[in-house]
């Protein structure tokens, strides 16, 4: 079955640390998603890709990267971690504009503890 | 961007039907209305999605009014298992990036 993998599933760093979240999916999806969800919150967007070398900024960017190199894969960088980093990463990816739902398809979240 | 409103919680009984209400009274005429489920430590999970009038899946119920201004989601007969948080989302079918998603509607099912 299709699928999802966010690694790692946890994750505690100190401040100032580069940290990459992965992002692998076996959907052949183009689109995929980065969103951050803090305590009590809904999802806020950080980055998203409609394809292969494309990536945009999404509401919450500051502090972040991504990059497209296939369509299996969006990394999600943290460049010099920050304690208001400290949250859980969800990936997602979905067909908008090929699917009639629009549906998006979520991992299973990678917790960051920022130190 | 429209935003939605709906309740912070609610609480029911095993077997009872549940219906969450979500107020959304500046969707745009291509938007969609689309809800999720979201259990802990797990990513949202799509439940149903409309434009009009009702629909209906294995799992749920969507009513949506002539002025489409509201929805409600109906979940028949609930178990424990549907203790979650419920999203909903407003937005064009075509643009998952332009979905505002509200901290939802966390539902409590009850013995």
């Known amino acids: 079955d299709a699928e999802i993998t966010q690694s790692p599933r946890h994750k505690i760093t100190e401040t100032g640390r580069q940290v990459t979240l992965a992002c692998h999916q076996t959907?052949?999806?183009?689109?995929m998603f980065w969103y951050r969800q803090d305590l009590g919150h809904g999802l806020r967007l950080i980055h998203y890709?409609?394809?292969?070398?494309?990536?945009n900024k999404g509401e919450v960017s500051d502090g972040y990267s991504v990059s497209r190199s296939n369509t299996e894969d969006l990394p999600l960088t943290l460049e010099s971690a920050a304690s208001s980093q400290t949250s859980v990463y969800f990936c997602?990816?979905?067909?908008?504009?090929?699917?009639?739902?629009?549906?998006?398809?979520f991992g299973e979240g990678s917790r960051l503890t920022v130190l | 961007l429209a935003k939605t409103t709906q309740p912070i919680s609610m609480d029911s009984y095993e077997g009872q039907e549940v219906n969450i209400t979500c107020s959304h009274n500046?969707?745009?005429?291509?938007?969609?209305i689309t809800w999720y489920q979201q259990f802990p430590s797990q990513g949202p999970r799509f439940i149903i999605q409309g434009y009009k009038t009702k629909v209906t899946n294995e799992v749920a119920s969507l009513f949506i009014p002539a002025d489409r201004k509201s929805s409600t989601l109906s979940l028949p007969r609930v178990s424990l298992s549907d203790t979650a948080v419920y999203y909903c989302l407003v937005g064009p079918m075509d643009s998952n990036y332009q979905l505002i998603w509200g901290a939802g509607t966390k539902l409590i099912i009850k013995p």
């Open positions: 997602a990816t979905g067909l908008a504009g090929e699917n009639p739902t629009g549906e998006l398809f």
């Open positions: 890709s409609y394809g292969v070398h494309d990536t």
């Open positions: 959907w052949n999806h183009n689109n």
């Open positions: 500046n969707i745009a005429t291509n938007d969609y």
